[in-house]
């Protein structure tokens, strides 16, 4: 078995990569992708380690950003995952990296002005300090609740964080179509994460949102994740099969960020992905 999609506390994950390969390694995993957002240092950190117990370390990333649509309204947030399968990404996709870092940095000092204007005693260093590599809304959630402005991170998005939430300040995202092609030119694989945020309260049938993203760059869909139900993965499955694209699958593991998502099983073992998923991608790549 294999997890293609797991988060160190690189960015908003709790285990240090060196964790994770260890609990890869514990639960005889066969393959395992590390997939921080907008970074590779859980993935660098995790190499020597991954190595010593041989185990097969993919190089993968998650990126957040917008779709653009023709006389559509724009959605946000919707993810893409990239997988570097035979060669490490290129430098220049490290320095495209660091621009979308910068932004997350330029945001975060908006966000900590903002919470404190609206009488938050939040500051940007505490959130640094859960943050490490990347810091994020879930370090600034992880503030609030140690502060007593929320109960939980769920909490702590719906009162202050989230798109809806007073509190909430926007950052710039690359457009969808950009962190595809960007990923692509740069040797990896542009897959379309958790599909079910962006089509289950879609008007347009299946096909049709795929379709768009496939105009836009994707070559493969994450049928297969913990928040899918069983029904979503055989359809997204299907999908994937029509447009001619790979199939990926994960936990989307982050520790106890999200207690009940288990590395190589997802929720109450509802993710079970086997080592041909691997190889089928390697081998796609490689034609």
Not at 59 to 64: L, P, T, V
Not at 142 to 157: C, E, M
């Amino acid at each position: 078995m294999i997890d293609l999609h797991s988060h160190t506390l690189e960015s908003d994950g709790s285990w240090s990569p060196e964790q994770v390969v260890e609990q890869a390694v514990a639960l005889r995993l066969e393959a395992l992708a590390i997939t921080d957002h907008d970074t590779f240092s859980g993935y660098d950190l995790a190499l020597a380690r991954a190595s010593a117990a041989e185990l097969d370390l993919v190089c993968g990333i998650e990126i957040s950003s917008k779709l653009e649509r023709r006389g559509k309204a724009t959605i946000r947030n919707v993810h893409l995952l990239g997988y570097f399968l035979d060669q490490p990404p290129s430098p220049g996709f490290r320095v495209w990296l660091g621009k979308i870092q910068a932004s997350r940095r330029d945001r975060n000092r908006r966000l900590a002005a903002k919470l404190q204007s609206l009488g938050l005693k939040v500051k940007l260093e505490e959130a640094e300090a859960f943050g490490r590599t990347l810091t994020g809304r879930p370090h600034f959630a992880k503030v609030l609740i140690q502060k007593g402005y929320a109960s939980s991170v769920t909490d702590a998005f719906e009162r202050h964080l989230d798109e809806a939430a007073q509190g909430y300040v926007p950052r710039h995202e690359p457009t969808f179509a950009e962190a595809a092609a960007t990923i692509t030119a740069s040797g990896g694989l542009a897959v379309l994460a958790h599909p079910y945020k962006l089509t289950r309260n879609a008007s347009e049938p299946l096909d049709m949102v795929i379709g768009e993203l496939v105009d836009q760059g994707i070559r493969g869909i994450e049928a297969y994740h913990s928040e899918h139900t069983s029904a979503e993965m055989e359809q997204f499955a299907a999908a994937a099969s029509a447009f001619g694209l790979a199939i990926t699958g994960g936990s989307d593991f982050h520790g106890d960020a999200k207690p009940g998502v288990k590395l190589g099983s997802g929720k109450r073992g509802n993710v079970h992905i086997p080592r041909e998923v691997l190889d089928r991608l390697r081998n796609s790549k490689t034609r």
